[in-house]
């Protein structure tokens, strides 16, 4: 979940929601044939939330990974695959290994290895996704992965060329390597289409049959992964497609603090779908929020309220609902079926909502996993595997210190709760 589609989430989500049809496409899987990732959640922050030390250094205390940050431990993974779970995906941030030096490196790499050897150990497949922090001053996208001249654009394809060599070693056909989370640039960008070209190389000269998973452009929305070209890629075979999904923004963000335009700041109470509630009540529900709000200046609240105003008027006018999704979700049916892919190779690798608990006031709860049921039904119909972001935090399905699982959510995953 990094930066490009929550620069533009308001134009999108906007530009979108005016025309809803219901489309309905079976999927066509081969006989006997089960793909290796159909229910997956993604592990954040297990490699993520950093230590790095400001500007002007650039390296990262040791070790490099925030200590309270919450890690699945083997019960977590094996309660996880009881659910019906089966396949996490991790992000790894790239910068600890990257800034480390040899010694460092190879501690890193080998608790990564731990880490992968836990996940197979407890029967669940995995997806290492290189995620760099879109929040960190030096080790960051733009230096990385902005295009194939990047400054640090050659150590991250080591990287890269490094991960695929270690994951080969493990389990066939239940590993696999994602180089980039959300690639920065625009929707058909050739600067992409480069970066990636360049990526995969590097993978394969270290790992001949892995898997590896391939995105299209502007934050793997929708858009991106249409505009992609498979073509060009056959040559890295074994391949799979990955695409995000958070549509509509205003409904899935509402209230998340990390989001940049002033609206999010006091949106909440946004329902799934709209027809289950009302301006009225919504823009209500904002005042408040705002009331509440002592570090914003009464101009910039007048002004956000306005905007907010504006774009819930189109939110409720144009009323989406499972119709919204399902049209969305189509185009990259279509998109497949159109280069003859099979659907089983196309994962939905991040959807979700943010909740409503102690630490955030956001989508009602109930809203929420009716909105996550109707992704998921959505993308398993026409035939997609799917990675619910996320395991912790404020979008997850387990406390970060009870670890207790969110039944509502297992549920609207159409999942089961594990026994204990």
């Known amino acids: 979940m990094t930066g490009w589609s929550r620069r533009r989430v308001l134009r999108t989500a906007l530009s979108t929601a005016a025309a809803f049809g219901c489309l309905s496409i079976a999927p066509s899987r081969a006989a006997g044939v089960e793909p290796p990732f159909r229910r997956g959640v993604n592990a954040w922050p297990w490699f993520s939330l950093t230590r790095?030390?400001?500007?002007?250094?650039?390296?990262?205390?040791?070790?490099?990974?925030?200590s309270q940050r919450p890690v699945p431990t083997a019960h977590d993974l094996r309660r996880l695959r009881q659910t019906g779970l089966d396949f996490i995906r991790l992000p790894v941030d790239p910068g600890p290994f990257l800034a480390a030096d040899a010694t460092s490196r190879g501690l890193l790499l080998d608790?990564?290895?731990?880490?992968?050897?836990?996940?197979?150990?407890?029967?669940?497949?995995?997806?290492?996704?290189?995620?760099?922090?879109?929040?960190?001053?030096?080790?960051?996208?733009?230096?990385?992965?902005?295009?194939?001249d990047a400054p640090a654009f050659d150590l991250y394809r080591g990287l890269v060329g490094e991960l695929a060599g270690r994951l080969e070693r493990f389990q066939p056909a239940k590993v696999a390597l994602e180089a980039v989370n959300e690639p920065p640039q625009a929707c058909a960008s050739n600067v992409w289409s480069d970066v990636?070209?360049?990526?995969l190389t590097a993978a394969r000269a270290s790992a001949a049959t892995l898997p590896l998973v391939v995105t299209g452009g502007c934050g793997s929305m929708v858009s991106g992964l249409t505009a992609l070209d498979p073509a060009p890629l056959s040559p890295f075979e074994p391949i799979l497609f990955t695409f995000h999904f958070y549509e509509p923004y205003l409904f899935s963000h509402q209230g998340a603090p990390w989001m940049r335009e002033p609206?999010?700041?006091?949106?909440?109470?946004?329902?799934?779908?709209?027809s289950a509630g009302s301006l009225e009540l919504t823009l209500a529900s904002v005042r408040a929020r705002m009331a509440q709000d002592s570090e914003t200046s009464e101009a910039a609240k007048q002004a956000a309220y306005a905007e907010t105003e504006r774009v819930l008027k189109i939110y409720f006018d144009a009323q989406p609902d499972r119709r919204f999704v399902d049209k969305y979700l189509a185009q990259v049916r279509a998109w497949g079926d159109g280069h003859g892919l099979a659907p089983e190779r196309i994962i939905m690798g991040e959807f979700g909502a943010l909740r409503t608990d102690a630490r955030?006031?956001?989508?009602?709860?109930?809203d929420r996993a009716r909105y996550i049921a109707d992704v998921r039904q959505g993308a398993e119909d026409l035939g997609f595997g799917w990675a619910f972001w996320n395991l912790f935090d404020g979008m997850g399905v387990m406390d970060d210190t009870t670890r207790a699982l969110d039944a509502a959510i297992i549920d609207a995953l159409g999942l089961t709760m594990p026994g204990d």
């Open 52 to 66: 790095e030390f400001p500007a002007p250094r650039t390296d990262y205390d040791w070790p490099p990974f925030q």
């Open 196 to 199: 990636q070209l360049a990526l």
């Open 263 to 274: 609206v999010y700041r006091s949106l909440n109470n946004v329902p799934w779908p709209a």
């Open 360 to 366: 955030y006031v956001a989508a009602p709860n109930p």
């Open 111 to 148: 608790m990564l290895d731990a880490a992968v050897t836990a996940t197979l150990d407890a029967d669940l497949g995995i997806i290492v996704n290189v995620q760099a922090n879109g929040a960190t001053h030096y080790w960051n996208p733009d230096r990385m992965v902005a295009s194939v």
